[in-house]
T-cell receptor, first 118, second 110 residues
Framework: GAVVSQHPSRVICKSGTSVKIECRSL??????MFWYRQFPKKSLMLMAT?????????EQGVEKDKFLINHASLTLSTLTVTSAHPEDSSFYIC??????????????FGDGTRLSIL | EDQVTQSPEALRLQEGESSSLNCSYT??????LFWYRQDPGKGPEFLFT???AGEEKEKERLKATLTKKESFLHITAPKPEDSATYLC???????????FGAGTQVVVTP
């Protein structure tokens, strides 16, 4: 149980392109989804928190116009990197958690998307 | 300021050589502490949740414990397939937002 699917697993594209990454919870309803960025040999850096049907909450320093997040249903959230540039190249990981129980539910992670901007 | 610190940064073990990883935290109002393992190029895989001091959880060769200031992940008689980066995370809010430690990279050699 608690499977999260992230797609695509790898993207290589030219500078200026917009890229959409999908995150789906396959066997549970995700009231909250999180988007992270991970640099080589570093831990996960939270970018934003999204709750179904409402606007995402972005962490300090994350450009919300650059990283558009949509959480339109209880099983799907998308991250769109708009007008991507080489400095946006990174490993992006989503996670999902089910019904909030005082913040005690674990997050379940997708397998990440390796984004490379040429 | 809330802080989560993992030690050591890296650990090299012989197969069968038991050891412990540490996750110390200074946060206000801990709601949960979580352990994950992450393989290269993959997302973190959930291992354990601990809620209160004194709690222990076990799964195969792994055992996690929690005190008021830190958590330990004990690896008993590790095998090469236990090689991974082990991450701990804490949550203090009702939305379950995580603060991660930097991780411990474990390499188990045959």
């Amino acid at each position: 149980g608690a499977v999260v699917s992230q797609h695509p697993s790898r993207v290589i594209c030219k500078s200026g392109t917009s890229v959409k990454i999908e995150c789906r919870s396959l066997d549970f309803q995700a009231t909250t989804m999180f988007w992270y960025r991970q640099f080589p040999k570093k831990s996960l850096m939270l970018m934003a928190t999204s709750n179904e049907g409402s606007k995402a909450t972005y962490e300090q320093g994350v450009e919300k116009d650059k990283f558009l997040i949509n959480h339109a249903s209880l099983t799907l959230s998308t991250l769109t990197v708009t007008s991507a540039h080489p400095e946006d190249s990174s490993f992006y990981i989503c996670s999902a958690r089910g019904v909030v129980e005082g913040g005690r539910q674990p997050q379940h992670f997708g397998d990440g998307t390796r984004l490379s901007i040429l | 300021e809330d802080q989560v610190t993992q030690s050591p940064e890296a650990l090299r073990l012989q197969e069968g050589e038991s050891s412990s990883l540490n996750c110390s935290y200074t946060v206000s109002g801990l709601r949960g502490l979580f352990w994950y393992r992450q393989d290269p190029g993959k997302g973190p895989e959930f291992l354990f949740t601990l809620y209160s001091a004194g709690e222990e959880k076990e799964k195969e060769r792994l055992k996690a414990t929690l005190t008021k200031k830190e958590s330990f992940l004990h690896i008993t008689a590790p095998k090469p397939e236990d090689s991974a980066t082990y991450l701990c995370a804490v949550t203090t809010d009702s939305w379950g937002k995580f603060q991660f430690g930097a991780g411990t990279q474990v390499v188990v050699t045959p």
